[in-house]
């Protein structure tokens, strides 16, 4: 109870600046419009024109949560969940090719920081690359990779995914060299008394070591799959996926539907992170790790 | 040759540990660095060999070098008539450090299991082990615990049965008891004598505690730093049995200062 009271009112600030935002942006047409048809508005017509205009600026809150019910729980009481204009068929395309990415992603990052805290070549020459690979912007490379692996006959849900997985690998990469190199002088030290080999070191020390920092950089690498593969829909004029819903929103001008696409793909990016929080909690829990 | 003589039937005289003019230098960026000058020192089978010094008198230093952690540059060292390095494939010596080290996803039972794992026990015999050393150090009835629902005298008390748990009949222990508090430390100390009575293995303890030393040893070694070397060997003539009352007889005052008195001549305050 304690902890609903600031969230509510986070939320109900937000909501206002949002309204408020709202009017004050979306009044100019609202006058226009009156101006060409001669007529005088009063103040609460005015405001009230502004949170109901088909193209505003800024859609109301009431109007993005309208649209998104709309393409997603009316349609599937209408047993219409995966009919094109449903969000729930774009977003479950986004997210098949979210979780691909992730997949691809976290195991190259795994791997990568395996290599790199049991290699002292790779030590050296991995960690500038995978870093420089993080300095091109996603949006630049993009078309690239889509272009690429057009050409050679892959396309759909590998390239989209291929995105992802070059935006989620790095954290896992991160967290996992940063995790496996966790246990200190004195751990290693113990091991070395026991003769343990360098399998046995990482199966029973640097491994479950890293786990609270693979849990971490899973969720950022989570978030950050999202984004790559609606990043991988923008530049193919895709037709399906949440990014695909933002770019024709942003052709015709329907900024509600850009908004509700918005958010639609915000609340998937929750429930993803929930979900590899929860995953978390049960795993560091049977680890005996949680206290 | 392995079978360990039980009870008062000790052989004193062949020496586990036989260092003859152990040198250390580490290359620092500093340029090189003396870590252990000249140090010479048998110790017997069965025997309870505490190093005292201040920092950087090379104690530790001299233990890790038993154990093959490090390497020493000149001189020989020998650990059950071997090379460190085979004693340590012989599993010759169990190794207690100044934190328990137990892995807090490990249940004090599988804790105590780890070396045996690592070492290819069988899974049987494992778990009497497990038992049998969980008895000697009173934690019976703890296994299922996590390190974290332990106080902090257990943890290390279960870093000891760990070091135990396979033979080996040498027990090094590098301030096992340095984070603990005096109270804690009285009691583990009494304990430890206990314990190393009732196994005779060989024990060898590092410590900063003056009483401490005095209280375990049958023989303590006055170390001083720059470089590190051996500032005086001293044998204790106090009996096996030690209540810790012990400490307030002249018998232990005198040796107590003699290791005072040592500390002192070795460190020149400047």
């Known amino acids: 109870m304690r902890s609903v009271l600031p969230i509510l009112t986070v939320v109900l600030a937000i909501l206002a600046l949002w309204y408020g935002a709202a009017v004050a942006l979306n009044a100019r047409w609202t006058l226009d419009q009156a101006a060409r048809a001669g007529q005088e508005l009063t103040v609460s017509q005015i405001v009230s024109d502004t949170l109901q205009q088909e193209r ?30 449903s969000l729930i068929y774009h977003g479950w395309v986004t997210l098949s090719a979210t979780l691909l990415g992730f997949a691809i992603g976290a195991g190259a990052g795994i791997l990568l920081a395996v290599g790199i805290v049991h290699n002292r070549a790779m030590d050296r020459s ?66 070395k008394t026991w003769g343990a080999r360098a399998g046995q070191v990482f199966w029973k020390l640097r491994w479950p070591s890293s786990m609270p920092y693979l849990f971490t950089s899973l969720k950022v690498a989570m978030a950050a799959s999202l984004v790559g593969a609606i990043v991988g829909e923008l530049p193919t004029g895709a037709i399906r996926g949440l990014g695909a819903r933002l770019l024709a929103g942003s052709y015709y ?37 949680a206290r | 040759m392995r079978a360990r003589p039980a009870g008062k039937g000790r052989d004193v005289k062949t020496p586990v540990i036989k260092a003859e003019n152990v040198d250390l230098v580490f290359q620092t960026g500093d340029g090189p660095v003396q870590a252990l000058s000249d140090v010479s020192l048998d110790v017997g089978r069965g025997e309870f060999v505490s190093f ?55 249940t004090i039972a599988r804790n105590i299991r780890l070396p045996l794992e690592i070492m290819g026990y069988p899974k049987a015999d494992q778990a009497a082990r497990v038992q049998k050393v969980l008895e000697l150090v009173d934690l019976a009835g703890f296994g299922n615990k996590y390190p974290w629902q332990l106080s902090g005298g257990m943890q290390q008390r279960a870093s000891i049965a760990r070091a135990l748990a396979f033979d080996a009949d040498i027990l090094l222990m590098d301030e096992p008891f340095g984070a603990l508090d005096e109270i804690v430390r009285d009691h583990l100390n009494e304990q430890l004598l206990a314990l190393w009575a009732r196994t005779g293995k060989t024990c060898l303890f590092v410590t900063h505690s003056i009483p401490e030393a005095v209280y375990l040893s049958t023989k303590i070694v006055v170390m001083s730093p720059r470089p590190g070397r051996i500032a005086d060997v001293i044998d204790s003539p106090l009996p096996k049995e030690r209540p810790l009352d012990i400490r307030d007889t002249p018998e232990f005052l005198e040796i107590a200062h003699r290791v005072r008195e040592g500390l002192r001549a070795g460190h020149a305050y400047d």
Request: charged share 15%.
């Open chain 1, 253 to 289: 001008g329907q900024t509600v539907q850009i908004w509700s696409a918005l958010f639609g793909a915000a609340i998937l990016a929750a429930l993803l992170v929930g979900l590899v929080g929860l995953v978390q909690r049960i795993t560091l829990k049977r680890m005996g790790m």
């Open chain 1, 56 to 85: 505003p600026k800024l859609p109301a809150p009431h109007q993005v949560g309208a649209e998104l019910w709309k393409t997603t729980g009316a349609m599937a009481l209408e047993g219409r969940a995966f009919s094109k204009r």
């Open chain 2, 52 to 106: 005292i010094g201040p920092s950087g008198c090379g104690k530790t230093t001299f233990l890790r070098c038993v154990a093959a952690l490090e390497h020493p540059t000149g001189g020989s060292l020998s650990v059950n008539g071997m090379s460190p390095d085979n004693a340590r494939k012989e599993r010759s010596y169990g190794y207690v450090f100044q934190a328990a080290g137990l892995y807090p996803w490990r």
């Open chain 1, 126 to 191: 991995v960690m500038p690359w995978a870093i420089a690979s993080q300095t091109i912007p996603i949006l630049a490379i993009a078309p690239m990779i889509i272009v690429v692996l057009n050409s050679i006959g892959i396309t759909g849900l590998v390239p989209k995914a291929i995105i992802s997985a070059y935006l989620s690998f790095f954290p896992v990469a991160v967290g996992m060299v940063k995790g496996l190199r966790s246990p200190d002088a004195m751990d290693l030290d113990l091991m």
